[in-house]
């Protein structure tokens, strides 16, 4: 199976981690997951790319952070949330747009190229 480069995909990696936080504040660890699960296994975020697109993006106010006890008794370990704040929901809805113009760009070049083959032409 064909696996997607980091290369590629790096410049969404904030808009897959908004997708997830939008549904529901959530940690780390969950949305990695959520993101293998999400792509059928065909990504995998790095631990060290998830906390630095946090880190990012709670600089520039796309969310926020804030430590809860996963369990409501307070038995288990506090981790550190994430939400979605009002200007990261204005941000993921550029992304989507953006995504949606360069998928319709780089499918020209691939129709383009698919004809050319179909033709003769290399």
Known sequence: MVAISSDVIRGYNDTMILSILRREPSYGYEISKQIKCIS????????????SAFTRMEKNGYI????????PEGNGKKRTYYR?????????????????????????????SEQGEENGND
Do not use: M, N, R
């Not at 059928?40 to 906390?51: A, F, R, S, V």
């Not at 704040?85 to 691939?110: M, N, R, S």
């Open 84 to 112: 979605v704040t009002p200007d990261g929901e204005a941000y993921y809805q550029e992304k989507c747009e953006e995504w949606q113009l360069t998928k319709e760009v780089i499918e020209h070049f691939i129709e383009e």
């Open 40 to 51: 059928d296994g065909k990504y995998i975020i790095k631990e060290t790319t998830l906390y």
């Open 64 to 71: 926020e952070s804030f430590v809860a006890d996963p369990d």
